[in-house]
C-alpha cells in the first residue's frame, strides 16, 4: 500500500515539474504583430490599411469544401511584416501553402509597398535566395532579420498596383511575373480584390510564351483567421 502511494506521489510531482516546465517557455504567437479586420477598418492612411489587410492567416477552407476542384483544394496565406527598423517602409514576408504543411511552402516570397501617387499602391515582389533557408521564418519575432535585402531578387515583371474602384473596393493587378513554380508555371498574373477580412485572387498561371494554363475564374477566396491561438502556434525554447 505504501509502495503504492509513494508510486502516486511521484507521478503527481512529475506532472507538477512538466507543467512548471512549460510555464518557462515562452509561447510567441506569430501573428501577433498583424491587426484585426475591426482594427483596420479604422486605419485612415491609404497605404498603412493595404499594407495590414495583406497581413495574417488566410485560408479558403471553405471554398474548398464546396468546389470539386484540385485547383480549389485546401490553401493558406502566412504574412507578417519584417525589418520593422527600416523606419516609413512597409515589407512583408508572404508564405503559401497547402493547409496543414507549413513545412512544406508551395512559394516564398518579400513585398514591398509603396505609395505611387494619390491614388494608387505600388506593391514589388522579390524572391528569397536560398529559400529552403527561410521556411520557418514566418514563426519566428524578427522573420528574415539575417537577410540583406541587396540579396532580394527581382524578376521580370513581378510588380503590382493597388487601386479602388467605384464601390471603393481595393483592387491589386500585375503583369506577367516570372515565378518558376513548376516544370510548366514560369509566369504567374496577379489579380484580386482585398478587404480587412478576405483576398480573393483570380490569377492566372502562363507558361514559357506567357501563354495562359488554367485561371482561379471563380477566385480563391481567402478568409482572415483569428489571431489568437493561431495554427501552427509553438512554444519556443
Do not use: H
Not at 495574417?56 to 484540385?70: A, C, D, H, Y
Not at 535566395?129 to 524578376?155: F, G, H, M, Q, T
Request: net charge positive; proline share 4%.
Amino acid at each position: 500500500m505504501k509502495g503504492y502511494f509513494k508510486s502516486i506521489v511521484s507521478i503527481v510531482i512529475l506532472s507538477i515539474v512538466v507543467l512548471l516546465s512549460a510555464c518557462n517557455k515562452e509561447q510567441y504567437n506569430y501573428l501577433e504583430k498583424t491587426k484585426t479586420g475591426t482594427e483596420i477598418e479604422e486605419i485612415e492612411d491609404r497605404l498603412e490599411k493595404v499594407f495590414n489587410m495583406y497581413l495574417g492567416l488566410f485560408s479558403n477552407r471553405q471554398q474548398s469544401r464546396k468546389e470539386n476542384s484540385p485547383l480549389y483544394r485546401s490553401q493558406e496565406i502566412i504574412s507578417v511584416p519584417i525589418w520593422p527598423k527600416r523606419g516609413g517602409e512597409y515589407w512583408l514576408y508572404v508564405c503559401w501553402l497547402q493547409e496543414g504543411r507549413p513545412d512544406d511552402l508551395l512559394s516564398q516570397e518579400v513585398w514591398n509597398f509603396k505609395k505611387k501617387d494619390r491614388e494608387t499602391i505600388e506593391v514589388v515582389m522579390y524572391d528569397l535566395p536560398n529559400k529552403d533557408k527561410y521556411v520557418s521564418d514566418w514563426r519566428k519575432k524578427e522573420p528574415l532579420a539575417n537577410l540583406d535585402i541587396d540579396a532580394l531578387i527581382y524578376n521580370e515583371g513581378c510588380t503590382a498596383t493597388i487601386t479602388r474602384d467605384n464601390q471603393n473596393n481595393f483592387k491589386i493587378k500585375g503583369g506577367a511575373c516570372s515565378r518558376n513554380l513548376s516544370d510548366i508555371i514560369k509566369y504567374v498574373e496577379v489579380n484580386g480584390e482585398i478587404k480587412p477580412n478576405s483576398i480573393f485572387l483570380y490569377n492566372k498561371m502562363l507558361d514559357t510564351k506567357k501563354e495562359v494554363l488554367f485561371s482561379y475564374k471563380k477566385g480563391l477566396q481567402f478568409v482572415r483567421q483569428p489571431k489568437i491561438f493561431p495554427k501552427y502556434l509553438e512554444v519556443d525554447d
